[in-house]
């Protein structure tokens, strides 16, 4: 929770303000860092609701590789000055393993639905 409560923040603010400013490439290597971090220790949390596969990683977790994948492969991006494919990346990460996963993660009968909710 440590790490993704502030990506909420500081990935939002980086979809709306100015783009290749040094406080937008700062806050993205934060964002980023942050981020990975996150993705790694994800996997050392089990599953706990729906299927789960070695009695550990569930569908969650796919978020999970989404973000190792989509965070180097949006950096190489914007260092090879292919912005499209870095915009439409950190958007896909943004949404995918902030919004949706956070959104899972939330639902009832989960931990963090009990410690925000009850």
Same mark, same amino acid.
């Given at each position: 929770m440590?790490?993704?409560i502030p990506c909420v923040f500081i990935g939002g603010l980086l979809?709306?303000? %100015? %783009?290749?400013?040094?406080i937008h %490439?700062?806050?993205g290597r934060i964002y980023m860092s942050l981020m990975l971090f996150t993705a790694v220790v994800t996997f050392f949390m089990p599953a706990v609701v729906g299927p789960s596969l070695f009695n550990h990683f569930g569908?969650?977790?796919l978020f999970s590789i989404l973000t190792?994948?989509?965070v180097p492969t949006a950096y190489i991006a914007i260092k090879k000055v292919n912005v499209k494919a870095h915009k439409r990346k950190m958007i896909l990460l943004y949404f995918g393993a902030?919004?949706?996963a956070?959104?899972?993660t939330l639902m009832p009968n989960r931990y963090?639905?009990?410690v925000f909710f009850m």
């Open positions: 440590y790490t993704i979809l709306i303000i %100015k %783009k290749g400013t040094l %490439k700062r806050l569908w969650i977790h190792l994948w989509t902030i919004i949706i956070g959104t899972f963090l639905h009990e």
